[in-house]
């Protein structure tokens, strides 16, 4: 298995002055379960190099087994400071996409024209595309074949309005992402604020919160493997 993810490159968390970028466990968690598995793994962002973290995700609070063996793993870590550029990623080199989330993907993959067309190219050619939390914000921008917001009409989830009052940043975001999911005909769902929560719809999966990011990466793996390929919950 040939597994690219892809990470921001945005730093700035909007008029501020303070930092986000991608939120360590939801890209150490889905890592692990995926490189455990056998995975090769690709790591992109926009800009390449260095993607921007989280302060926010390297307090103590926001720490799991996968990333404390994460802070371990100088290799992986060296990896991620030299992500290839997202220009120069092919679709047909993998199998699969996964997208952490964090604040960053808001104003960066949202918009980013690349990203834009490699899950669209994922999507089309049949290969599973999967998100946690802020990272659906990548799809707002995609099409389907058909012309028409991919997400229309598609079961799925992502960071949701209450979970963004309650870190308090409802007036910093360019937008909330459950509104916007929903205004472009997405058949939008939630659970519990910070519980696991996934929505597999055919070959998209999407993952609420951080605490969703091991589920999403599960669900990515059986649906590679044909156990719930084109389920459509």
């Not at 040939?2 to 990470?7: G, S």
């Not at 921001?8 to 490189?35: M, Q, R």
């Not at 371990?72 to 990623?89: G, N, T, Y």
């Not at 690349?114 to 049949?126: G, M, P, R, T, V």
Request: proline share 6%.
């Amino acid at each position: 298995m040939k597994i690219l993810i892809v990470l921001t490159s945005h730093s700035d968390l909007g008029n501020t002055g303070k930092k986000t970028g991608f939120w360590i466990e939801e890209f150490a968690s889905p890592y692990y379960v995926l490189a455990d598995s056998g995975a090769d793994i690709t790591i992109a962002s926009p800009k390449g190099g260095q993607p921007p973290v989280d302060p926010k995700s390297e307090l103590a609070d926001a720490q799991t087994p996968a990333t404390e063996r994460f802070y371990k793993d100088p290799e992986l870590i060296d990896k991620v400071a030299h992500s290839f550029q997202l220009s120069d990623i092919k679709q047909d080199d993998f199998d699969a996409v996964f997208y952490p989330g964090g604040h960053g993907p808001l104003w960066d993959l949202a918009n980013d024209k690349d990203s834009i067309k490699l899950i669209e190219a994922f999507y089309n050619h049949q290969k599973p595309i999967a998100f946690v939390c802020h990272a659906p914000a990548a799809l707002i921008n995609t099409k389907a074949e058909n012309g028409k917001p991919l997400v229309k009409g598609k079961h799925l989830t992502g960071f949701s309005n209450t979970e963004e009052e309650a870190v308090e940043l409802t007036k910093v975001v360019p937008f909330l992402l459950e509104d916007e999911l929903k205004s472009l005909g997405a058949l939008y769902t939630k659970g519990n604020d910070w519980s696991s929560y996934v929505k597999q719809d055919g070959l998209l999966i999407t993952g609420q919160n951080p605490g969703s990011s091991e589920a999403v990466a599960n669900l990515l793996l059986e649906t590679l493997s044909g156990e719930k390929k084109y389920i459509k919950n």
